[in-house]
């Protein structure tokens, strides 16, 4: 089987979607041909869109923006959807799998771009197979040295083997939602404390500064 594994991530270097491939990719590499693609501010080529268009399976990967689908993925979208129409070569049906990581600590958050791109393929005459929505994205791409099924990566790894039987299936399923083994409450400190405020430190910031409101910003 040809698996297209697609880095929907616009961050040029390491980043909770490439995270959530590469620990996907061991799960579903035996027996099949795995072909990785990024998609960020250069557009994939004339030839990897025609390449798409022949795979068995796509599993796309990317961080939610404003509940949604970024643009960049989006414009990936529109024209993979032209490719698809004028291919005389496929002749398979391409089953398509999502991961979508947010910074909201919930993953049912991501709910609706897991529908967007289920809605996309209904209209490209693909089969979705299911998505998978991980909550505390940021923090989730941040733990490289953890190892899977330990510590706050246990539920992701569970949904990860789960998605991979099914991609393996060629199945489909309903769609996961993931929140990290971690307490919530800790979750909204380290971010806010060891986040934010460190980052507006490091930018000359203060924490009332993050607070005020933007008309204030604009007063001389």
């Not at 030839?47 to 599993?59: H, I, N």
């Not at 967007?116 to 197979?129: E, P, Q, T």
Request: glycine share 8%.
């Amino acid at each position: 089987m040809k698996i297209a594994l697609i880095d929907g991530s616009p961050k040029t270097g390491k980043s909770c979607s490439s995270f959530l491939l590469k620990a996907l990719e061991p799960h579903i590499a035996a027996g099949n041909a795995t072909t990785r693609f990024r998609v960020s501010t250069q557009p994939l080529t004339d030839e990897e869109y025609r390449e798409l268009c022949r795979m068995d399976t796509l599993v796309l990967a990317f961080p939610l923006y404003v509940d949604a689908v970024p643009s960049h993925l989006f414009r990936m979208f529109v024209t993979l959807e032209n490719y698809l129409k004028t291919e005389v070569n496929r002749k398979k049906e391409i089953f398509v799998y999502t991961i979508v990581n947010n910074g909201f600590f919930e993953g049912e958050q991501n709910h609706i771009a897991i529908d967007i791109v289920k809605n996309w393929c209904a209209r490209c005459g693909l089969h979705f197979g299911q998505g998978m929505g991980q909550g505390a994205g940021e923090m989730v791409g941040s733990l490289k040295k953890v190892p899977l099924g330990r510590g706050p990566l246990k539920n992701t790894s569970r949904a990860l083997q789960e998605i991979a039987e099914n991609i393996l299936s060629r199945r489909s399923a309903p769609p996961l939602f993931v929140r990290p083994n971690f307490p919530r409450f800790v979750w909204c400190f380290m971010g806010t404390h060891f986040g934010w405020n460190m980052r507006a430190r490091k930018n000359g910031l203060t924490k009332k500064d993050l607070l005020k409101h933007p008309s204030e910003t604009n007063r001389h």
